[in-house]
């Protein structure tokens, strides 16, 4: 798996995810949130534009295609379990859905 943490600016004044949150800061945060969760499989990796700017601060979790929009730091626990469930679906592991 791999999450893709958008961290494209726009000229000054427009929207864009580098402009709402620190993304490379963020990155960090989410690759040691995710260590320390057992989740270290799971690749975490700055990107461009995903498309969706008004709905930034955008992430992607690829191949499941799984969108996070208006990301801010306080959400960061929730996208983490997030992917556990995601991670732990893939295995096929009970009580998740």
């Not at 709402?20 to 040691?32: C, H, S, V």
């Not at 949130?33 to 979790?61: F, H, T, Y």
């Amino acid at each position: 798996m791999h999450l893709f943490v958008c961290q494209h600016g726009r000229p000054e004044g427009s929207d864009s995810c580098a402009a709402r949150w620190d993304a490379l800061e963020q990155i960090g945060r989410l690759k040691g949130m995710l260590r320390e969760a057992g989740l270290g499989q799971v690749r975490v990796s700055k990107s461009g534009c995903l498309g969706p700017c008004e709905k930034g601060p955008n992430l992607l979790l690829y191949p499941q295609r799984l969108w996070f929009h208006e990301v801010g730091e306080s959400d960061l626990p929730a996208v983490v379990d997030r992917i556990r469930a995601a991670v732990e679906s893939e295995k096929g592991e009970p009580g998740q859905g």
